[in-house]
């Protein structure tokens, strides 16, 4: 039985529909074949689900360049001006897929709708590049938007890159570039895996328990890099000081607990934290937003966030 048959009578039918899109995308037989055609096929997914470009944006494609390593960055822009805030974006999917196109969509809309610069960083993937590679290259990109656009960013995170920007938000807490904000959607975080959550949708449609405890070993250079607070922020002992946080996890994820853990943890530091659980939702539902309802509206939610720490 698949996961979407098990999950089916949980799901609405929009939904449903968009996990079978979703499913035809990918072959069986995947997992087996080379590193290069699982990318190939991946962005293949993800540009059948992208959404149109807003008209009101411009888009500016730079990098940072490094003795070893070129970090690209694409920016998107209010048409003819500087948005009112500017946005760090980390795009998901698993530190291991994923680039300056497979999100551009998101990134696109969120600039229009929220009215902010939204820089989208190409962080350097596993398995070719180990911690603290991808870590590395986003608080690169943290110091060079903090310098360059003169205000603080908001930090976005989505999947993966969720925990990269709440390693860049616990990282830069006491430094004289702060972020002044932390989105989250969908993290994942690091726990031991012993969350409810990890049991109840051990099986979720578009991630499993079994994958997340792929993606979060593969890129690790030894055993003891997953105590590491910037590979997995819950392992980290010191919550102060973090910006104001918002969180929003879909309820069918294993995920999902990983997020409101953080969020208590936040707010017992005494730190201003939100984390919303989007009812009837899975995992990756920022791609279905153009497709399903629910998603719609929690992207509505996510940009109003957004919105909200533009004045911080």
């Not at 991630?207 to 593969?218: C, D, K, P, R």
Request: proline share 6%; hydrophobic share 40%; glycine share 8%.
């Amino acid at each position: 039985m698949s996961a979407l048959d098990r999950y089916r009578h949980l799901l609405d039918a929009d939904l449903a529909a968009f996990i079978e899109a979703h499913e035809r995308g990918f072959p069986p037989d995947l997992d087996a074949q080379p590193l290069d055609r699982q990318r190939a096929v991946y962005g293949e997914m993800c540009r059948a689900f992208h959404a149109p470009t807003p008209a009101d944006i411009e888009i500016l494609d730079t990098a940072l360049e490094f003795p070893d390593r070129t970090i690209r960055l694409r920016i998107y822009r209010p048409l003819g001006r500087e948005g009112v805030a500017t946005v760090l974006y980390f795009h998901g999917g698993g530190f291991v897929f994923g680039d300056l196109d497979s999100h551009g969509d998101i990134c696109a809309e969120l600039c229009s709708r929220a009215d902010v610069d939204v820089i989208s960083v190409d962080y350097r993937l596993a398995p070719e590049h180990l911690h603290p590679a991808a870590f590395d290259d986003a608080m690169a990109a943290f110091s060079w938007a903090a310098r360059t656009f003169g205000q603080s960013p908001i930090l976005f995170g989505e999947s993966a890159g969720g925990a990269l920007a709440a390693a860049v938000a616990a990282t830069t807490k006491r430094h004289s570039a702060r972020p002044c904000g932390l989105v989250l959607v969908y993290p994942g975080l690091g726990s031991h895996g012993d969350l409810p959550s990890f049991s109840e949708h051990a099986e979720a449609p578009l991630l499993s328990a079994a994958e997340i405890g792929h993606y979060q070993a593969i890129r690790l250079r030894e055993a003891g890099d997953a105590a590491d607070p910037a590979v997995n922020p819950l392992r980290d002992t010191d919550y102060t000081d973090l910006p104001r946080t918002f969180v929003s996890v879909p309820e069918f994820d294993p995920l999902r607990d990983e997020g409101e853990l953080y969020c208590e943890r936040i707010r017992a530091a005494g730190g201003n934290a939100v984390c919303v659980v989007e009812p009837g939702l899975i995992h990756s539902f920022l791609r279905a937003r153009t497709r399903v309802a629910r998603a719609a509206e929690a992207f509505d939610r996510i940009v109003e966030a957004v919105k909200s720490m533009r004045a911080n």
